[in-house]
């Protein structure tokens, strides 16, 4: 049909474009190679010591002992420092606990059996001492005393700096 036609003429123009963009990058490709063989041709030249990147006298001098000894202790300090953060890596932030729930419970479990035990013995001994007649009898006359002695003086009674003064 017809529009097949222009699909087919469409992808033509895609595949000559792809193609001519491939030979421009050979070109370049191939520019680039000659002004680099022109280089390595002019550094082959030169003598050893004036190469760039090599030769024997060129070398720096090593660095003087006392910044290499500084530079040592600092990496001490920095393995000690990692030695110390892998150390602490995997440790909680908070206190572990000393003993299980279960130590725990037996502990509770017997203290709350000595005082029940206390108790115990408090009233046996209470009651074995008795509650004589007369003790409730003075306790429950003190008690009406001082409920009388409420009743008749109000809260507040004898103080004196809280009244206006005339």
């Known amino acids: 049909g017809p529009g097949g036609s222009v699909d087919e003429e469409v992808e033509r123009e895609a595949w000559f474009l792809q193609l001519d963009m491939y030979a421009l ?3 370049s490709q191939l520019a680039a190679g000659a002004q680099e063989r022109a280089v390595l041709q002019h550094a082959e030249s030169l003598p050893p010591d004036q190469r760039p990147g090599g030769g024997g006298a060129g070398a720096p001098p090593p660095p003087p002992p006392a910044l290499m000894r500084k ?6 300090e920095l393995e000690g420092q990692r030695a110390a953060i892998r150390r602490d890596l995997l440790r909680p932030s908070h206190n572990l606990p000393t003993r ?8 509770e479990i017997a203290e709350m059996r000595e005082r029940e035990a206390h108790q115990a013995e408090a009233a ?3 009651q074995a001492a008795g509650s004589d007649d007369e003790d409730n009898d003075e306790t429950l006359a003190r ?8 009743d008749t003086h109000p809260a507040g009674y004898g103080n004196s700096k809280l009244r206006p003064t005339a």
Request: no cysteine; proline share 0%.
């Open 25 to 27: 990058k050979a070109l």
């Open 71 to 76: 530079l040592m202790e600092a990496a001490g």
């Open 100 to 107: 299980t729930l279960f130590q725990q419970a037996d502990i």
């Open 124 to 126: 046996a001994s209470r």
């Open 143 to 150: 008690l009406r005393a001082q409920d009388d002695w409420r």
